[in-house]
């Protein structure tokens, strides 16, 4: 659970970061510094998302994903996709969008990309 050489860092070191800029927060009541790290960092926007709803692609509350199984080997990777499994239905995926006016979902990654060294934004 190491980051690499410095371009990338993990949830649980940026969730510490994030927390230490809160205290800053509470104290001097200046909430800017904490919420533009994390939705600089931390978000994924939009343009960097070529399947989301921006760019054409639609999301069903039916039919949410497709199934991909796991594997024992990396050398059996990237693991095909398998529309006929069904993976049920998005239980939240209309409350989030009548919420948020935007099918896109606001998720935070496990890897932090931090200066987009690997180009995904």
């Known amino acids: ?6 371009h990338e860092t993990t949830s649980e ?20 510094l904490p919420f533009s790290h994390v939705r600089q960092h931390g978000g994924v926007h939009h343009s960097d998302e070529p399947g989301s709803a ?4 639609r999301v069903y509350p039916n039919s949410p994903a497709q199934f991909a199984p796991e594997f ?14 069904s993976v049920g ?7 989030l969008r009548a919420t948020y006016g ?3 979902i606001y998720g935070m ?10 180009g995904f934004g």
């Not at 659970?1 to 410095?6: K, L």
């Not at 969730?15 to 104290?27: D, H, K, P, Q, V």
């Not at 990654?109 to 690997?118: A, E, F, G």
């Open 1 to 6: 659970e190491a980051p690499d050489y410095g």
């Open 13 to 32: 070191a940026y969730s510490y970061w994030a927390w230490l800029e809160t205290m800053y927060g509470f104290i001097t009541e200046d909430w800017d």
């Open 54 to 57: 921006h760019h054409g692609e």
């Open 72 to 85: 024992d080997l990396p050398s059996q990777y990237p693991t095909p996709l398998n529309p006929s499994i």
């Open 89 to 95: 239905q998005d239980p939240i995926g209309a409350e």
């Open 102 to 104: 935007t099918p896109e």
């Open 109 to 118: 990654h496990w890897l932090l990309d931090v200066d987009n060294w690997y």
